[in-house]
Nanobody, 117 residues
Framework: QVQLVESGGGLVQAGGSLRLSCAAS????????MAWYRQAPGKQRELVAA???????NYEDSVKGRFTISRDNAKNTVYLQMNSLKPEDTAVYYC???????????WGQGTQVTVSS
């Protein structure tokens, strides 16, 4: 069973920064696309950023230029650097990863990010 453990969430003022980490329990070479999603109260879960094994990234429009996703294969970890945070970024952030062979998608337990105005 693959486990994804997120960390780095918290409370920050608008304009501040946070870095989320997602540590996988297996070698992330076995995982193709790794991504960060978020879900705000009363809203659907949405894709924030994704990175595939070759390094290609894509971002949700509202976070482009502010958030950066990266992966450290040696540490089996994916990061989400969030700068210039806004109150509307407040949500629970989830890490996900797709198995390269089975296409099964794993999820972490989520980490709360709260941005105060």
């Amino acid at each position: 069973q693959v486990q994804l453990v997120e960390s780095g969430g918290g409370l920050v003022q608008a304009g501040g920064s946070l870095r989320l980490s997602c540590a996988a329990s297996i070698n992330i070479f076995s995982l193709n696309t790794m991504a960060w999603y978020r879900q705000a109260p009363g809203k659907q879960r949405e894709l924030v950023a994704a990175i595939i094994s070759g390094g290609t990234t894509n971002y949700e429009d509202s976070v482009k230029g502010r958030f950066t996703i990266s992966r450290d294969n040696a540490k089996n970890t994916v990061y989400l650097q969030m700068n210039s945070l806004k109150p509307e970024d407040t949500a629970v952030y989830y890490c996900s990863a797709k198995n390269r062979i089975t296409a099964f998608v794993y999820w972490g337990q989520g980490t709360q990010v709260t941005v105060s105005s």
